[in-house]
């Protein structure tokens, strides 16, 4: 059964900082490129950050660069978010995403929710 489950959301003041994971579970999380999106309320989901089934190349949307960086760890079966800097606007929910390699399969996680606010 495909898994991935996220955590360590939760309430951090403007300019604090948080670190989210993801853990997969179910299938070959090596061969597959990890993301993160968030939604707001009210908002389209959007992309947050990306990585590369070998970790080698990151990419971020323009509202995270220079404040979020993406890890992952394929022994461990983990993709993680570090938050820093973190404004009002990064208020969301945070999804985790795998998208296969040459294939349409993609799975989503159910989403941690993310308040800054002071």
């Known amino acids: 059964q495909v898994q991935l489950v996220e955590s360590g959301g939760g309430l951090v003041q403007p300019g604090g900082s948080l670190r989210l994971s993801c853990s997969a579970s179910?299938?070959?999380?090596?061969?597959?490129?990890m993301k993160w999106y968030r939604q707001a309320p009210g908002k389209e989901r959007e992309y947050v950050a990306g990585?590369?089934?070998?970790?080698?190349?990151?990419s971020y949307s323009d509202s995270v660069k220079g404040r979020f960086t993406i890890s992952r760890d394929n022994v461990r079966r983990t993709v993680d978010l570090q938050m820093n800097s973190l404004k009002l606007e990064d208020t969301a929910v945070y999804y985790c995403?795998?998208?296969?390699?040459?294939?349409?399969?993609?799975?989503w996680g159910r989403g941690t929710q993310v308040t800054v606010s002071s």
């Open positions: 995403k795998a998208e296969g390699m040459g294939s349409d399969t993609e799975y």
């Open positions: 179910g299938f070959t999380f090596r061969y597959y490129v």
């Open positions: 990585v590369t089934i070998d970790g080698g190349r990151k």
